[in-house]
């Protein structure tokens, strides 16, 4: 026993409609590709970074990508690889980074005079 799926039906082309090789409506849509690769912009985005530091990282190898072209591309799956295999931050980590940033804001305002 055999399963058969029907096929949906095309629109009827009309006088109208344009059509090419097979009588396809050439008017119609290409179909969507889904992409491997990233842009540095995605990626940016992705991370919630500024493209400049993306930029950064994607040169000096810490985000894995390819430069094709003279273009960065980020593929995707070695990318997500990479963000699952990054290493925890621990309260440690946080309580370092915070007082870092304290440390630069003070010093931001000591320059500034406020």
């Keep these: 026993m055999s399963t058969v799926i029907p096929f949906p039906q095309r629109p009827a082309a009309d006088a109208t409609t344009p059509t090419g090789a097979g009588g ?3 008017t119609a ?6 992409r491997a690769v990233y842009t540095v912009a995605e ?3 992705i991370l919630s970074l ?3 530091s993306t930029y950064a990282l ?3 190898g810490e985000i894995p990508a390819i430069k094709l072209g003279g273009r960065w591309l980020i593929p995707k799956r070695r990318l ?3 963000l699952d295999n990054l ?7 946080v309580g370092r980074e915070l007082d870092r ?6 010093r931001q305002r000591r320059r500034t005079g406020a």
């Design 87 to 93: 290493p925890e931050a621990t309260t440690e980590d």
């Design 50 to 52: 500024s493209l400049g």
């Design 101 to 106: 940033l304290e440390r630069q804001e003070q």
């Design 24 to 26: 396809i409506p050439t």
């Design 58 to 60: 994607v040169r000096s």
């Design 80 to 82: 997500h690889d990479w």
């Design 43 to 45: 990626t940016a985005h």
């Design 29 to 34: 849509r290409p179909a969507t590709v889904a």
